[in-house]
């Protein structure tokens, strides 16, 4: 075997060690939704009277939390394969997937759908 083709394999290796220790957990997947969630907020329509905006605020920095944990954890399926995930949630009618590779989430389907039928039902 070449030092070359040896050099390789080390290499491959240890990128698939560094992708399985860095592969999300569940906690780091509701910990995305809930920035997700807050961005969403943030950006909450312009004719939305500021009180109204600052108490939607208020009640999602207060309860995500509780949120997430009776709502979208128990709703989601995580299909671990040792290098990634891939996360299934069902919300609001919609199934949203994101892969979970490297220590970040990266939205496959359904995510902006979601965003836009959470973002309407919090007004």
């Known amino acids: 075997m ?3 083709r040896l050099s390789m394999i080390v290499g491959v290796l240890a990128g698939a060690v560094g992708l399985a220790w860095s592969n999300p957990t569940m906690d780091d997947y509701l910990r995305f939704v809930e920035r997700e969630l807050g961005n969403v907020i943030d950006r909450m329509d312009q004719g939305t009277p500021t009180r109204e905006q600052q108490f ?4 999602f920095r207060s ?4 949120l997430l944990e009776s709502f979208v ?3 989601t399926a995580r299909h671990n394969w040792g290098i990634m995930s891939q996360y299934e949630t069902q919300v609001a009618d919609t199934k949203v ?3 979970g590779l490297g220590g970040r ?5 359904g995510v902006e759908e979601a965003t836009l039928k ?3 039902m919090a007004f």
């Open 2 to 4: 070449s030092l070359l």
């Open 73 to 75: 954890r128990p709703n």
């Open 105 to 109: 989430f990266i939205p496959l389907q």
């Open 56 to 59: 939607i605020r208020q009640v």
């Open 97 to 99: 997937v994101v892969l």
């Open 118 to 120: 959470i973002g309407r």
């Open 63 to 66: 309860q995500s939390k509780k």
